[in-house]
């Protein structure tokens, strides 16, 4: 059975960093793409809004508000997404959910969600 594990969410300062991991275990043959999507408490109700994205081949996608402020990356070894927030801004604060589009056996695609990770940016 497949998981995923977020972890590093918290309190910051506007202005200051955080950084959110999110680890696939499981039998997994391959990873397709890992993302981050958020929900804020005022969007409880509307569709979660993606952040930011890791393609199997390498490519990233950014929603316009977080550009150049927020970076992901990809540890392919451990089946591990990392999200390095900086510049972050009190609109930032959501729950933050990790997503993954994998290939399980055999040969089966699928969707995974994690559990959400709080992150509260206070000015």
């Known amino acids: 059975q497949v998981q995923l594990e977020e972890s590093g969410g918290g309190l910051a300062q506007a202005g200051g960093s955080l950084r959110l991991s999110c680890a696939a275990s499981g039998t997994i043959v391959g990873i397709n793409v890992m993302c981050w999507y958020r929900q804020a408490r005022q969007a409880l109700g509307k569709q979660r809004e993606l952040?930011?994205?890791?393609?199997?081949?390498?490519?990233?996608n950014y929603a316009d508000s977080v550009k150049g402020r927020f970076t992901i990356s990809r540890d392919t070894a451990k089946n591990t997404v990392h999200l390095q927030m900086n510049s972050l801004k009190p609109d930032d604060s959501a729950v933050y959910y990790c997503?993954?589009?994998?290939?399980?056996?055999?040969?089966?695609?699928?969707?995974?969600w994690g559990q959400g990770t709080q992150v509260t940016v206070f000015s």
């Open positions: 952040v930011a994205s890791f393609a199997n081949d390498g490519s990233t």
């Open positions: 997503y993954a589009d994998l290939t399980v056996p055999v040969r089966i695609r699928r969707n995974y």
